[in-house]
DNA sequence: CCTGTAAATGTTATAATATTTCAAACTTTG
DNA sequence: CAAAGTTTGAAATATTATAACATTTACAGG
């Protein structure tokens, strides 16, 4: 998996999608997982930015495409996308955003920019080490680790409302 | 604020209730803020048990104490609790949660049991420095910290299907 | 005590998010 | 091909949350 661009500044986007895409298929085949047109075309719309989207905008996009989903269909793929780690649920937002590191072992950690909306997501493995640590002095067994951090991002810090 | 029961093992939880309403009562003197008795209610009815409960559970509560309310008066009620840190929101439950460290400067990092359903909430400053540094390297302000950890607590690691 | 103002609550309706259920179509495998 | 399992379609409904506006309550200043 090659390098990633950063969400906050321009880039040329196309390449992040079909990047996402190669990699999608790439790990589905791997894994002998079924990457249907409907999920793909799901990971697709969710990789239409870095911003996190809603399920139902997935089916809003999903249906001007003339496809006559239902709730449950994007629901499903999105579900398969989250066990496969091609997309990630941010819980404080009830949105969905494609993974940037797909295939790698992550527990990822978000940093969601309440001004521009768009979300970068980091390994941040010392973050990790502490999380775990912290709860092992509990005598918790951590299985899985939300982690959303909004704030603002460098580009906002200085002008507002950027895409 | 007085030392706190463990949620995952038995404890005299009228303790916590009482405790928790008469640190409510404190803190909102303090800031002039109103604990009318809805709101007292809503907290109480949230500090019942060491599970976040959602707001509709509320809602039904305050139906079967003969008060007739309607979802808005259990989200403001929760609201209001929430930006005087007496309650937190667990994201990834859509529920809430009495917070045990109420009047204390802190983003807590919840570890919720995915068996018994119960969730303790820690300080751990070394979590919140890892946050803020990995969040700072990539220029972001960091504001808001969600961190919620599903997993097992001890009691559930060894039996499972504790209250 | 009145009264103006702000805060809190009541009330109705609706928006936004997510799941249940059962049937039909498609894929894979024997 | 047939059986079995997986995926999708479709309708209904459940769950969570907010908008909008009316009414009531608290309380500070006159």
Redesign the pocket.
Known sequence: MSARAIPYRPHNHDACVSLALTDARAICQRR???L????ERVLELIWQSHKPL????VLAQLSSDG??????????????LQQHGLVH?I?S????IGCTHAGENHSGMFLICRACGNVLELAAPAVSTEVCKAASKEGFRAEDTTLEVAGLCPRCQAEPDHD
Do not use: K, Q, S
């Open positions: 002998n997982a079924r249907t047109p409907i999920r809603g399920a139902y905008d496809h006559n989903a239902a709730p449950p269909t994007v629901y499903r793929a999105l579900d398969f649920r819980a937002l009830n949105a969905f």
